[in-house]
């Protein structure tokens, strides 16, 4: 019973992280302050009440349409809050109430914010990029987590450089050398190169259906960073026995 409560109030947690994502992921591209001013309608410019931004609740109450110019408000807000809620309550169940569940939660927001800021505007700006990295590397052996954060964005650095030279044109962005460090820190070897092969995988189909216009690969070294840190015990069985058998 108590772990099902703790479970209720870090979802509620979780989606007032939510929240405040959407506020990053709307003005940070557009290189606004996250912070002034007050939230307002994107339709009519009007500021909101405080009980216009309730999580989840605002939006459902409001029947998805402004207070005030009855404009409708896009879905991303509420499904954003949501999914958010849920990554806050899976890292939960995984690592229990530990303290550096916050940073770690808050490293995969960022990310979740990456991910939907690269999939609306091809781009991934490098203050969320940073801050991912930097709350990864909040862990109980700092040591480690940073010597596998630089492991891991130097190696694909030197991978990135190598393809552009044979390439003869840019074949990796520098973002995806501050995310390959944040699953460096966040996973570890060898799940790390887990992730990296379960991103291409997951990248594979979409990349193929949508070959002209071009995927951003970031969402899909995110989302497997988090299938292979859920599921870190797995992941390793399941490369010792591709390896050994």
């Not at 703790?6 to 996250?34: A, C, D, H, T």
Request: hydrophobic residues 60%; positive net charge; proline residues 5%.
């Amino acid at each position: 019973m108590i772990e099902i409560t703790l479970g209720v109030l870090v979802f509620i947690f979780g989606i007032m992280i939510g929240s405040f994502l959407n506020v990053v992921i709307y003005r940070i591209p557009k290189n606004e302050s996250i912070a002034f001013p007050a939230s307002k309608c994107q339709s009519c410019q009007t500021p909101l009440k405080w009980y216009h931004n309730i999580p989840i609740f605002s939006w459902v109450f409001l029947g998805g349409k402004c207070a005030f110019c009855h404009e409708p408000i896009a879905k991303q807000y509420p499904i954003v809050e949501f999914i958010t809620g849920i990554i806050f309550v899976a890292l939960f169940y995984k690592t229990g109430l530990v303290w550096y569940l916050p940073f770690v939660a808050a490293s995969f927001a960022a990310l979740f914010a990456l991910v939907i800021i690269d999939f609306k505007y091809m781009a991934v700006p490098d203050s969320v990029n940073f801050a991912a990295l930097a709350f990864a590397l909040v862990q109980p052996d700092f040591l480690h987590a940073a010597m596998y954060a630089a492991i891991a964005a130097g190696g694909l650095y030197l991978i990135g450089l190598l393809s552009s030279l044979l390439a003869r044109k840019q074949a990796m962005g520098g973002a995806d050398v501050i995310v390959a460090g944040t699953m460096g820190a966040l996973l570890g070897f060898p799940n790390f190169f887990i992730a990296i092969f379960l991103s291409a995988i997951l990248a594979m189909i979409p990349a193929m259906i949508w070959r002209d216009k071009g995927v951003p690969f970031v969402p899909f070294l995110a989302l497997a960073t988090f299938i292979v840190y859920l599921y870190d015990i797995q992941a390793t069985q399941l490369l010792k026995v591709l390896i050994y058998g």
